[in-house]
């Protein structure tokens, strides 16, 4: 059965320092991945998504910057946290992208809690 | 543009009673719909999805939801609350191109009183 790690679960972050999430998948292969964030535990934002190794799509403009270094590793940075950055953090996967996928489910990591003071 | 609407920011019922989570959506095509429940500092649990056939949709903890195409609703039910399905519950919604993440609505949040 597949599986998806995320960590740190929670992390508090000074402003003006870098970040570093991590996520990965275990049991697939070639899996879609996405990285949403939640603020004040209400509605999700998309952040990023990526098809395949070293291809991302960004959905909204900002601080923060993904890569996918690996095909189950999906991580997620910033040179300089901002105050707006605090939220939780969720990583999904899916299997990849094909004709009939439109049906598949997306499947959630646990999140990280990120405070930024 | 597809879009989801979940109508309701707060939703409270009594333990025992019937609940319903509005979920309207508007797409171009034919809509793949999602539900998912998320409890306090968790991830999305998936709890069901109407793809095509039956217009009622049965999922996990005893939830079920129906689809109505001339409404464009994807309500979920359950026939009676318990204080453990106090939670967030999210509506999703996908077209037919297969290369697009899921639209999410903006969450309703359940409370089962005692």
């Known amino acids: 059965s597949q599986t998806i790690h995320q960590w740190p679960a929670t992390l508090v972050q000074p402003v003006g320092s870098p970040l570093s999430l991590e996520c990965t998948v275990e049991g697939t292969s070639n899996p879609n991945l996405y990285w949403y964030r939640q603020a004040a535990g209400r509605g999700l934002q998309l952040l990023f998504y990526?098809?395949?190794?070293?291809?991302i799509s960004s959905e909204v403009p900002q601080n923060l910057s993904a890569s996918r270094p690996q095909d189950r590793q999906f991580i997620l940075s910033s040179k300089k946290l901002l105050l707006s950055d605090s939220g939780f953090y969720l990583c999904?996967?899916?299997?990849?992208?094909?004709?009939?996928?439109?049906?598949?489910?997306?499947?959630f990591g646990p999140g990280t809690r990120l405070t930024v003071l | 543009a597809q879009s989801v609407a979940q109508p309701e920011d707060q939703v409270n019922v009594a333990e025992g009673n019937p609940l319903t989570v509005k979920c309207t959506y508007s797409?171009?095509?034919?809509?793949?719909l999602f539900w998912y429940v998320q409890y306090p500092n968790r991830g999305l649990q998936f709890l069901l999805k109407?793809?095509?056939?039956?217009?009622l949709v049965k999922g996990s903890y005893g939830f079920e939801a129906e689809f109505n195409k001339s409404q464009t609703s994807f309500h979920l039910k359950k026939p009676s609350a318990l204080v453990s399905d106090s939670a967030l519950y999210f509506c999703?919604?996908?077209?037919?191109?297969?290369?697009?993440?899921?639209?999410f609505g903006k969450g309703t949040r359940l409370s089962v009183i005692a």
């Open positions: 990526s098809v395949g190794i070293g291809q």
């Open positions: 109407y793809i095509t056939g039956d217009n």
């Open positions: 797409v171009s095509g034919n809509p793949y």
């Open positions: 999703a919604v996908r077209v037919f191109s297969g290369n697009t993440p899921l639209v």
């Open positions: 999904a996967w899916g299997p990849s992208f094909t004709r009939l996928s439109s049906t598949d489910t997306q499947y």
